[in-house]
């Protein structure tokens, strides 16, 4: 079963403006990670944050993380035409083998 | 680096048919794992190697097979194909929790069995 669960399904915004993502998850992690999907491509890795993070940026990127809520969400600020994909959060769980648990996915897409 | 390698891209099978999809790392990971993407789904897990020769099954291992003889190599066998079976398969590598760059992962290997 899939542990993570991405809201929006779907978002759509223009140019310029903040995307934010959210996912939620059901059991105690180890780390979280988002990752990127363009159409018919392979997963990217966006930013991976630890159980005892509770936010971290890269670039134009910022993923918060509350153990306590199980949720995380990833704001990607001055959104471009580029940044148009799919984003997925993935979690590896605390069993000591490092395997991914990946949620259904938010489809973004940024119009010029 | 030419880092994660799948081949085929692309291949159709026939039901009852048997194939292997390649999978090669260069970048020493030690743990790999195998994926499918379904319309509208996450990755799933099949199965997952953290180290050579050693395997485990993930969520959804039924009619796959996988063996891990070198660090490098990880190939996924369909044993006898089946339109469920249908789908995007995903390799991945990483080092062990993840690191600081979480997994590598291969283009993808666009599978159709009919």
């Known amino acids: 079963s899939q542990q993570g669960e991405e809201d929006p399904q779907a978002l759509s915004i223009q140019e310029g403006e903040n995307a934010t993502m959210n996912c939620s998850y059901k059991?105690?992690?180890?780390?979280l990670q988002w990752y990127r999907q363009n159409s018919g491509r392979g997963l990217v890795h966006l930013i991976l944050?630890?159980?005892?993070?509770r936010e971290k940026h890269s670039g134009r990127l910022r993923v918060t993380l509350d153990t306590s809520k199980k949720s995380s969400s990833l704001l990607i600020t001055a959104s471009r035409a580029a940044d148009t994909a799919s984003y997925f959060c993935a979690t590896e769980g605390q069993s000591g083998y490092s395997t991914l648990t990946f949620g259904k996915g938010t489809m973004l897409l940024v119009s010029p | 680096n030419a880092g994660v390698t799948q081949t085929p891209k692309f291949q159709v099978l026939k039901t009852g048919q048997s194939m292997t999809l390649q999978c090669a790392q260069d970048m020493n990971h030690e743990y790999m794992s195998w994926y499918r993407q379904d319309p509208g789904m996450g990755l799933r897990l099949i199965h997952y190697?953290?180290?050579?020769?050693?395997?485990d099954q993930g969520e959804v291992p039924n009619g796959y097979n996988v063996s891990r003889s070198t660090t490098e190599d990880f190939p996924l066998r369909l044993l006898s194909a089946a339109p469920s079976q249908t789908s995007v398969y995903f390799c991945a590598s990483s080092y062990q929790g993840g690191g600081n760059y979480g997994y590598t992962f291969g283009s993808g290997t666009r599978l159709t069995v009919v």
């Open positions: 059991t105690s992690i180890n780390n």
């Open positions: 944050i630890r159980s005892n993070e």
């Open positions: 190697s953290v180290g050579a020769g050693i395997t």
